[in-house]
């Protein structure tokens, strides 16, 4: 009798093994591991195991998931995204948009953008698609005009008209905020400006609404959209749970979309 029962619980440990699937997901350290850390115990309750594998570049997330040594990743945008899967020719799909980031621009010399000085040092971020985004909230702010058409992979050679001839130069994103003593101005990702402990909401001189297009998303492979774990990863992440810790953490440096 008692060998049957050690050979029942053997049979249920290995079904409950069977049932068990792992998911590691790639993320910039804030906020979007923090909140894949909040909805970890909730995927354990599926029976999914998520590891969380923190970046500080927005390259390697993409890569890794594209070659297949991670599941889905969480850092990027839309315009990203596409601008990766163009230049790397990679097939990343968007499983599901989360929140959304503002993008600012920071200063520990001013006060506002009024103050900008003549030819004053500016840093942006070099990637295609945030560094236009940068140079649009500047245009936005009426720093200064950009060529006709020039949208979202605008870079300094698209300004056309730049009345303080400020100096604008484009640098890693994540290294923008290390640097932000040494320049006048920095525009700087949402999440970066989060880890140098910047309060987006009272330090940016100048910030997008929270109306910005800019929805940060879950990224798989395409053939792996309708996996059960990637499935279960977009349940937990929209949920109230997850809205209300997002409002609460981040204070509205971090806007959910569900």
């Keep these: 009798m008692k060998k049957l029962w050690l050979a029942i619980a053997a049979a249920s440990t290995l079904i409950g093994s069977a049932h068990a699937a792992s998911l590691t997901v790639a993320a910039t350290p ?4 923090e909140i894949l850390e909040f909805v970890k115990p909730q995927l354990a309750k599926q029976g999914i195991e998520l590891e969380v594998k923190v970046f500080t570049d927005y390259v390697q997330p993409n890569v890794q998931v594209a070659e297949g040594r991670l599941d889905a990743n969480f850092f990027q945008h839309q315009p990203y995204l596409d601008e990766f ?3 790397k020719k990679t097939n990343l799909v968007s499983v599901a948009g989360i929140h959304i980031e503002p993008f600012g621009a920071y200063s520990a010399k001013l006060k506002s953008l009024e103050e900008l000085p003549n030819k004053a040092n500016v840093v942006i971020p070099n990637d295609a698609t945030n560094g236009g985004r940068a140079l649009l909230l500047l245009q936005q702010a009426g720093v200064l005009k950009l060529k006709e058409g020039a949208g979202i992979t605008a870079t300094p050679k ?6 303080k001839q400020i ?3 484009e640098l ?3 290294t923008l905020p290390r640097v932000l003593n040494q320049v006048d101005v920095a525009l700087i990702n949402t999440n970066y400006a989060l880890e140098a402990k910047l309060n987006p909401q009272k330090d940016a001189l100048v910030i997008e609404g929270a109306d910005s297009p800019y929805v ?7 053939d ?3 996996d059960e774990a990637i499935q279960q990863l977009v349940k937990a992440l929209e949920t109230e749970e997850v809205k ?3 409002n609460e953490k981040y204070q509205g440096a971090v806007v959910p979309v569900f």
Excluded: G, S
């Design 216 to 222: 940060n998303i879950v990224v798989t492979r395409e």
């Design 224 to 226: 792996h959209t309708q």
């Design 85 to 87: 899967n163009a230049t």
């Design 158 to 163: 698209d300004i056309a008209d730049n009345p």
């Design 172 to 174: 890693e994103a994540a």
């Design 30 to 33: 804030v906020p979007h591991a």
């Design 244 to 246: 209300n810790f997002i």
């Design 167 to 169: 100096k604008v130069r």
